[in-house]
Structures are given as structure tokens and as C-alpha cells.
């Protein structure tokens, strides 16, 4: 018996699976001290367990994507479930260092699965500006799932409860994402070809992927890689770390809720450069400032990086359309790996900083602060880069109509 899809259902399902990924990412940030202290856990190994989230990541995407058009995102959401599941019961019942980077591991996993499902299911039931808007509402739901989140181990953290009690509370979106997948119909690719994988890897094989490619793996970890590190770096600066996360994550959400009419107006390469710019300042001012300057810079970072995963993941979409859920998924799969990598180089920043810091008589928080921001500043060299990037990508996309020939293959496709 045929099943009608319900694009409502569906997108909403995907929203709460999101959901589950940006608990685990800001409550993991929020019980990072603790798990330090618990374990006896250097910063560099603080950043391998985070780099196994990241890691677990595009290892899903990539798998995901290859398989997409043959097992559906049905399947892909069920591998992701019990991942899931499995990864915050191995953390929950850790008993040190080798578990956490296992359980880590298995969420992350879960964490990729549901971005090599949903992201191509979204792009298939909905078309052109639509879809633009679609894709941001449901990242959208990453920065606010990370606002919640934080403020949940905040809370949790400032009663006493223990960082246990809070990965278990990363269950219930798990619960209920299961739950409205559960019996659904899905929808098939609308665009001609791209469920042909020999067609995915000749429409990945040009200059403007390959370029795009390399461009998320720089815009990931801009994003990332600050956010991820919050409680750490900021922990002494005199602002609370978990609330400059959660503004940002709030800022994010609110942009990309209404980040369909931004974008149409301002085009995918000016938002682009824009967010590049505005993430350099952010990062800097990071660097620079404490207090409630601090919050400033919060909100510049937010604005910067607000639409960059999105609009990568949507100029795959729009742009270059016969690269199906596979070209989607590799593009974000390489942003996550790229995290992963860079995961512990960063933790091993922060460890060299404190030791020349601490060679020029610097101790206790202001040791922690000069070591925490010394770390940032070298992290602007990722969104200047992006500056150079992107300026070429405006000029090389400015004579050249949206979407070329592929586009009016997607224009023409009726909506689900």
C-alpha cells in the first residue's frame, strides 16, 4: 500500500533529530570541565574526544550519502537512532578516557546520519526559494537545540547535578524524532540523474565543487571551532561561557529562521563573504576582550557564521543539483572532518599557551585567560582566509546566472 508523504511530519521529525544533535554538542561543551577534572584529562585529550564527535560526523555523511539512493533515509534515520541511543548510554556508564572516545564516537555517527538523511529529503520535498528557506529553518534548529542545551547544563551544573544526569537528558529529542519517523513515507529524488551515482561523481567533478569543498572545510571549523571550546577559553574572562554560547546559538537561530528572503536578496556568495567577515571580527574581539565586551563579540561570531552551513550545503543543492544527496553529504561530511582534525591542534594551542604564559610569570585565571586568548587569535586565520575565498566566488559567480543550465531542471519540478 502507497503511503502519501507528509512533508510536515517529516520536517518536523528531522528538526527534533537535529535537535538531538546540538544537545549533544553544547551539553558536551557545557560538562567538558568536569570530565577534565574527573578524569584527569589534559586539554589535548579533552580535544581527541571532541575530534571522535566530528570524526564519527563525516565517516555517517560520506557512508550515507553513497547509500542514500539505494536504502533511503528511512534506514539511515534507524542506523542514526541507535547510535544515538548506544553513544549516550557508553557516555552516561563511561569509566574513563578509551569509553568516552568510543561513545563519542557512536554519537557522532548518529550526528551524521541524520545530515546524510534529512538534508537531501528536505532538498526533495521542497524547490527553488522554498527550499532555500526549508534548509535554513531546519539548521536553524542545530543553534537553537545548542541555546536549550546550554542553558539546561548551565542549570543542571550550577544545582550540583552530575554531568551523568545531563547526557541523559539528550534522550528525549532521541525518543522523539523514533517516534514521528516512525511508519512514515519518504520522498523520492525529484531532480533527473541524481539518483544515478555515476552522475552524483561527474557533477562533483568541476572547479566550482571542488572549490566549494574546500571552502567548508575552512567554514567549519570558524564555526566550530570557537563554539566548541567556549567553556574552556572563556571560563575565566568574566563572562559565562555557557550564556556566550547560548547567545550565539540564539542569534544563529533567529537569523536562520529568516534567512530565506536574506539570502534571496543578497545571493548565496554575498551572504558568503558577508558571514567571513563578520566571524573574523567576532573571533577577534574574542581574542581581545573580557567582561561584557565579550557579549559583543558573541553577537559579531553570530552573525558570521550564522548562515554559513546552510547556504554551503544549499549552493550544493541549487547550484549543482546532480550531485544528488551524495554531493550534499561530501561537502558536509568534509566539514566535519575538518573539525575533527583540527579538534586536537586546537586542544594542543591552549596547552602550549599555558606553558609560554606561564614562563612569563602568568599563573591562576590570568594564566587561563592569556592561553584562552592567544588560542582565538590564531583562529582568525580561518575566516580571513574565507575573506579571500569568498571574493573570488563573487566575482567568479557574478556574470554567471544562478543555478546555470541545472537550475531550470529544479525550477521545473513541482512541489511536493
Not at 70 to 80: D, F, Q
Not at 251 to 263: E, N, W
Not at 361 to 373: F, I, R
Request: with cysteine; aromatic share 12%.
Amino acid at each position: 500500500m502507497n503511503q502519501t508523504v507528509n512533508p510536515s511530519r517529516l520536517f518536523l521529525a528531522s528538526c527534533l533529530a537535529l535537535i538531538t544533535t546540538a544537545f549533544s554538542f553544547s551539553i558536551r561543551a557545557g560538562i567538558l570541565p568536569q570530565l577534565g577534572t574527573e578524569f584527569g584529562l589534559t586539554a589535548e585529550q579533552l580535544g581527541f574526544i571532541n575530534s571522535m564527535w566530528f570524526l564519527g560526523f563525516p565517516i555517517a555523511m560520506i557512508v550515507g550519502g553513497l547509500v542514500y539512493n539505494t536504502v533511503g533515509p528511512k534506514i539511515i534515520m534507524n542506523v542514526a537512532f541507535v547510535c544515538h541511543s548506544l553513544g549516550i548510554l557508553l557516555t552516561i556508564f563511561a569509566g574513563g578516557y578509551s569509553t568516552l572516545l568510543i561513545s563519542t564516537l557512536f554519537i557522532g555517527i548518529g550526528n551524521g546520519c541524520t545530515e546524510a538523511a534529512c538534508n537531501p529529503m528536505i532538498a526533495d520535498m521542497y524547490t527553488g526559494t522554498t527550499m532555500n528557506k526549508m534548509l535554513n529553518r531546519f539548521h536553524m534548529w542545530f543553534p537553537g537545540g545548542i541555546v536549550v542545551g546550554s542553558l539546561i547544563s548551565l542549570a543542571m551544573t550550577k544545582m550540583g547535578m552530575s554531568w551523568q544526569t545531563q547526557v541523559g537528558i539528550i534522550m528525549i529529542p532521541t525518543l522523539i524524532y523514533a517516534f514521528l519517523f516512525w511508519g512514515q513515507a519518504f520522498p523520492k529524488a525529484k531532480v533527473e540523474g541524481a539518483m544515478s551515482l555515476s552522475e552524483n561523481f561527474k557533477a562533483m567533478i568541476n572547479p566550482l565543487y571542488l572549490f566549494i569543498f574546500a571552502c567548508m572545510a575552512i567554514t567549519a571549523i570558524s564555526e566550530f571551532g570557537p563554539q566548541q571550546w567556549t567553556a574552556l577559553i572563556l571560563s575565566k574572562s568574566g563572562a559565562e561561557p555557557l550564556l556566550i554560547l547560548a547567545l550565539v546559538t540564539g542569534l544563529m537561530a533567529v537569523g536562520r529562521y529568516f534567512g530565506g528572503p536574506i539570502i534571496h536578496r543578497l545571493d548565496q556568495t554575498g551572504v558568503l563573504l558577508g558571514g567571513a567577515v563578520f566571524a573574523t571580527i567576532g573571533i577577534y574581539l574574542f581574542s581581545t576582550q573580557t567582561g561584557a565586551m565579550a557579549y559583543v563579540a558573541a553577537i559579531f561570531f553570530a552573525v558570521g557564521v550564522c548562515y554559513f552551513w546552510p547556504t554551503m550545503i544549499g549552493f550544493v543543492a541549487e547550484r549543482i543539483p546532480l550531485s544528488g544527496a551524495l554531493g550534499m553529504s561530501i561537502v558536509g561530511g568534509v566539514g566535519m572532518f575538518s573539525t575533527s582534525i583540527w579538534q586536537p591542534i586546537i586542544g594542543g594551542w591552549i596547552d602550549s599557551a599555558r606553558v609560554e604564559k606561564a614562563a612569563s610569570g602568568l599563573s591562576g585565571d590570568a594564566l587561563e585567560l592569556a592561553a584562552g586568548q592567544a588560542t582565538l587569535l590564531r583562529m582568525t586565520t580561518f575566516p580571513i582566509i574565507l575573506i579571500v575565498a569568498f571574493t573570488l566566488l563573487w566575482f567568479w559567480m557574478r556574470n554567471r546566472k544562478a543555478g546555470h543550465v541545472d537550475e531550470s531542471v529544479v525550477l521545473e519540478q513541482p512541489q511536493l
